[in-house]
């Protein structure tokens, strides 16, 4: 009797083991609000403590909205600071503090206040559910001119592109010189993050919104919830392929396309051959030996003598030749302004003495015309009279 064959396991999966406990229906990005009650350990024994300096100008507003975020800390137990001398804001916990992570959420929130946010949001970081990341994009861009550029890329016109991010994300987004903070949940902030690293390594944000706008309509369906979605997403070019790697692709395109007619028993593809052919023709003949060396600028005035005439001689050439393009661009532009006032040829009806004229000198004519045959007629009569 024969053993069946066991499957083999791979070695980075070797040590997993089944969780009987982990459903489907756990969610687990939900966070459990922590209570007074839940501290069963009671004061802490040690003091913990965080610092952060804040820029010059935030002075003013930290110290009118100072008052709010000592109260916004103490209903958590927490105790701040404001240091003008230093120009610090400090946190540290005291014997009413509860919670052993409020002390990080209160770092985070002295942190939005030195990076320019608002205090009604910064507030927001205390909550459970909330939180934020400070990315640091001053050292992504050598250039400057180019940093500056690309920061503005992520706010867009009239703010329209960081609207966007805001919406599909659900976090709030505040750009300030050379860092970005961002606010929102932890699922989200990843996605922020994603954008604006792309947005410095030269990835327009809008590939990325676009692609969040197509995802967040295909979480609507739960039919697609159990597929992958890479058919649907829009694929990018990541990088812009160098001349001769196109040609390499484009050969390939070429040559698979006449294998398969080739296999298809059909004739190959004459508009290509004619494309090869003529791309042969074309083709220059190699030569070992450089080009003719073009004349330098100096060799041109010794040709002509102009490097030996002097400073005042030069300026004064010089002058006489703008005075002759001027001179010849006036004269063109006069021809082109008096081209307006030429008369155009009209078709004039004719005056009423210039009718009558054509009339009698058309009478004239009948006339003598009449005499002639008249003439005529009598000096035959004439002749036939002499015969007889």
Known sequence: MTESPQPEVKKNKSHRKDKPWDTDDIDHWKIDPFKQDDNKGGAFTEESSFATLFPK?????????????TRALETHGIACT????????????????????????????VKLLARGVAVN????IL????ACDIIKIGNLVRNKERFVKRRQRIIGPDGST?????????????????????MGPYKSLKEVRRIVL??????????????????KEL?????????????????????????SEKTAKKNERLEARAEARTAAGLAADTEQAKKGLQKEKQKKLYTPFPPMQQPRKIDLQLESGEYFLKAREKEAREVG????EQLEMTTKRKKERAKAFIAPIENALPTVEERLTRKRSAAEIILNVDNLEEEGKASEMKRKKRKE
């Open 198 to 215: 792309d947005c410095m390594k030269n990835i327009h944000p809008i590939y990325r919104i676009k692609e969040l706008m197509i995802r």
């Open 162 to 182: 960081l609207k966007a991010i805001e919406l599909l994300t659900q976090c709030y987004v505040l750009v300030q010189g050379s860092t970005v903070s961002a």
């Open 57 to 69: 100008y935030r002075e003013k507003y930290l110290r009118e909205v100072w008052s709010a975020v």
């Open 82 to 109: 404001l240091d003008l001398l230093n120009g610090s804001m400090s946190v540290r916990t005291t014997r009413k503090t509860f919670d052993p992570y409020i002390i990080l959420k209160a770092r985070d929130m």
């Open 121 to 124: 949001q910064a507030v927001k």
């Open 321 to 324: 030749r703008r005075k002759q």
């Open 127 to 130: 909550e459970d559910d909330m």
């Open 219 to 243: 979480a609507k369906d739960p039919k697609l919830a159990s597929e992958p979605w890479d058919r649907f997403l829009p694929k990018f070019r990541k990088q812009h392929l160098k001349t």
